[in-house]
């Protein structure tokens, strides 16, 4: 078996074991996200990104095995994908500190898998929408986790809108605007789901 066929495989089967633990684990994360209300929590369009954001991933690692889509798989994805699933297979809301630290690192992983992705041009419609746009989607995603997942653990809404916690989550989202700005204007991205996803 080589070595493009194993990675292949691992980004199937870690994949599914992220899938499988976001579903098993459902009840958990929503009821830990309950009991920190915060600025940048608890919004329904931050369960319905995701869901798509998986579904499009999902449909990746079919495509992943045709013919059109070696190169960019092998070259641009390569191993970034099968580490980014074993942390999300891995991680727990209530880490905390260390949720926090794994989702940095699968951001960086999956913004630098972004940056090699976008250089190949997509050859079909199921190559832009399952290989380019999926990973444009994440890439945003994964900054908004990180963001979501700080203001959820360590703060809250009940210092009031003029405390370090409104002022931080402002900052965030300036954070978040600028991330945006940078895919959609100036990263010379002919996608701006990224910005799509940090806006909504």
Same mark, same amino acid.
């Given at each position: ?8 495989? /691992?980004? /199937? ?16 994360? !929503? ?12 919004? +329904? ?20 095995? /045709? ?7 092998? +070259?641009?994805?390569?191993?970034? /994908? ?9 991680? &727990? ?64 809404? +009940? ?8 002022? !931080? ?15 959609? +204007?100036?990263? &010379? ?12």
């Amino acid at each position: 078996m080589s070595h493009h066929v194993l990675f292949k495989s /691992l980004n /199937l089967v870690t994949y599914i074991t992220a899938i499988s633990t976001i579903y098993y684990y459902r009840e958990f994360i !929503g009821d830990a996200i309950l009991k920190h209300p915060n600025y940048l929590t608890n919004s +329904e369009v931050g369960y319905v990104i995701p869901a798509i954001n998986w579904f499009l991933l999902g449909g990746f690692n079919l495509v992943q095995w /045709l013919d059109f889509a070696h190169d960019v798989v092998v +070259e641009g994805v390569s191993w970034h /994908l099968f580490v980014s699933n074993l942390i999300v297979a891995s991680w &727990r809301y209530n880490w905390l500190i260390a949720g926090q630290i794994l989702l940095v690192i699968n951001a960086i992983l999956v913004w630098r898998l972004f940056i090699k992705v976008r250089v190949f041009t997509p050859t079909n419609l199921i190559d832009y929408a399952f290989v380019h746009i999926s990973f444009s989607l994440y890439s945003g995603l994964v900054w908004l986790d990180v963001f979501q997942n700080f203001f959820a653990a360590f703060t809250n809404t +009940e210092s009031g809108p003029e405390s370090l916690t409104a002022y !931080g989550a402002a900052f965030s989202v300036f954070v978040l605007l600028a991330i945006g700005s940078y895919h959609a +204007e100036f990263s &010379r991205d002919p996608d701006s789901w990224s910005a799509a996803t940090i806006a909504l």
